[in-house]
């Protein structure tokens, strides 16, 4: 089984100011890993995700991430926020042997919101 | 821009009543799940489907709770009685094998008073 842990319920940070939302894994097989974004009272929309290869992977938004198999992390960074990336992130994880790829259960963490002030 | 389609988006309701929730997966997808979020207890898997059969419903309250995928197009998730514990957002989401991505809905906030 897996679980997701996510150190920071709430993140309050400056305009144009760099952060870091952290997540923090447990899995006893090679897992996928996933960050999606919550807007207040919208659904969850895929951010970026990590199935192989490059560790450091990206989103359009500026957002990236970095899979670290022997921390067991996949924190969430951006070096300079906007007003408009305050939301509720969730980090997630799929077993890779699940049916073959990462159609089962995503498990998510509890959720960080971040709070981007002016 | 194919999306998940979930009905009704809002629904208030008095405890006793039954209540179902309706969701169109993307067209295609072969994988539909069911998620629960509340403050307390975060996003919880109710159930999941693969090609139309249930292949884990041990999230769900199974007195009160029932999911099922009438068709390829069309899965239900149902509260029978519903009960003020009941109040949360339901998320659908469908996936394929192809992409390895899973795709949600705006959810269902359902009020139970």
């Known amino acids: 089984a897996q679980s997701v842990t996510q150190l920071d319920s709430q993140v309050p940070v400056f305009e144009e100011a760099p952060v870091e939302l952290r997540c923090n894994y447990s899995?006893?097989?090679?897992?996928?890993l996933f960050w999606y974004v919550q807007y207040p009272n919208q659904g969850l929309q895929l951010l970026l995700k990590?199935?192989?290869?490059?560790?450091l992977v990206e989103s359009i938004n500026g957002f990236e991430a970095e899979f670290n198999k022997s921390q067991t992390s996949f924190h969430l960074r951006k070096p300079s926020v906007h007003i408009s990336d305050t939301a509720e992130y969730f980090c997630?994880?799929?077993?890779?042997?699940?049916?073959?790829?990462?159609?089962?259960?995503?498990?998510f963490g509890k959720g960080t919101k971040l709070s981007v002030k002016p | 821009d194919a999306r998940v389609t979930q009905t009704p988006r809002h629904k208030v309701t008095e405890m006793g009543q039954e209540v179902t929730m309706r969701c169109q997966p993307i067209l295609g997808h072969n994988t539909v799940f069911w998620y629960r979020q509340t403050m307390m207890q975060g996003l919880e898997l109710l159930a999941y489907f693969r090609n139309r059969a249930p292949l884990d419903d041990s999230g769900m309250p199974k007195d009160r709770f029932s999911a099922e995928m009438p068709d390829a197009t069309l899965a239900t998730l149902k509260i029978q009685p519903s009960e003020p514990r009941d109040s949360a957002v339901y998320f659908c989401a469908s996936g394929s094998l192809v992409g390895n991505t899973i795709y949600f809905g705006e959810g269902s906030w359902l009020t139970v008073v």
């Open positions: 997630a994880v799929s077993d890779q042997s699940n049916y073959g790829g990462s159609q089962g259960n995503l498990i």
């Open positions: 899995s006893s097989v090679s897992v996928y």
């Open positions: 990590y199935l192989s290869g490059s560790t």
